[in-house]
T-cell receptor
Framework: EPEVTQTPSHQVTQMGQEVILRCVPISNHLYFYWYRQILGQKVEFLVS????????KSEIFDDQFSVERPDGSNFTLKIRSTKLEDSAMYFC????????????FGPGTRLTVL | AQSVTQPDIHITVSEGASLELRCNYSYGATPYLFWYVQSPGQGLQLLLKYFSGDTLVQGIKGFEAEFKRSQSSFNLRKPSVHWSDAAEYFC????????????FGTGTRLQVTL
């Protein structure tokens, strides 16, 4: 069964460093998403992406964040200068079409900022 | 903006007992509704979804949920819980448009005693 994969599973970085979180969505999906879950809190939407551009972003997704689909398979989330409060589990998701279609989630990348 | 409330942070049930997890949403129109399950260290797996039609929806692993518009609720039920059902359960709402983000509740942690 096709699945969303994410690498790395755990990333530790120093405050102020740049990190890139990688995702491989399901191959025929067209819509891509990033969510995050701070420890003990709910899952929060960051950004959605379609046709090589951002469809929607939350207020969390400020200028420090960017997304990219550099090739036909990967979908990345870059945090330019990490802060302590960026420590969280980051989930990538994809869907075949927008709206009605369900979003399939990856296993997540745990980001720890020291 | 849409929102989701899961009033129960933690529920403990005995194996074989019935289960109901509560979810209330706030949205001006009929939303898309989802239940996801997250096992420790895992991603989010879709249990079931409601888009339209029959208000009682069946999902995987023997779960079902009922959409009640008058109560703005989408409670998850299972007639007989198994020890392997111990996990965190998230209710989520999506709006009816392309690349809709999901808004999650805070989750209910289910513990199953033998």
């Amino acid at each position: 069964e096709p699945e969303v994969t994410q690498t790395p599973s755990h990333q530790v970085t120093q405050m102020g460093q740049e990190v890139i979180l990688r995702c491989v969505p399901i191959s025929n999906h067209l819509y891509f998403y990033w969510y995050r879950q701070i420890l003990g809190q709910k899952v929060e939407f960051l950004v959605s992406f379609y046709n090589n551009e951002i469809s929607e972003k939350s207020e969390i997704f400020d200028d420090q964040f960017s997304v990219e689909r550099p090739d036909g398979s990967n979908f990345t989330l870059k945090i330019r200068s990490t802060k302590l409060e960026d420590s969280a589990m980051y989930f990538c998701a994809s869907s075949l079409a927008g709206g009605q279609n369900e979003q399939f989630f990856g296993p997540g990348t745990r980001l720890t900022v020291l | 903006a849409q929102s989701v409330t899961q009033p129960d942070i933690h529920i403990t049930v005995s194996e074989g007992a019935s289960l109901e997890l509560r979810c209330n949403y706030s949205y001006g129109a009929t939303p898309y509704l989802f239940w996801y399950v997250q096992s420790p260290g895992q991603g989010l797996q879709l249990l079931l979804k409601y888009f339209s039609g029959d208000t009682l929806v069946q999902g995987i692993k023997g779960f079902e949920a009922e959409f009640k518009r008058s109560q703005s609720s989408f409670n998850l039920r299972k007639p007989s819980v198994h020890w392997s059902d111990a996990a965190e359960y998230f209710c989520a709402v999506g709006v009816r448009r392309t690349a809709s983000k999901l808004t999650f509740g805070t989750g209910t942690r289910l513990q199953v005693t033998l």
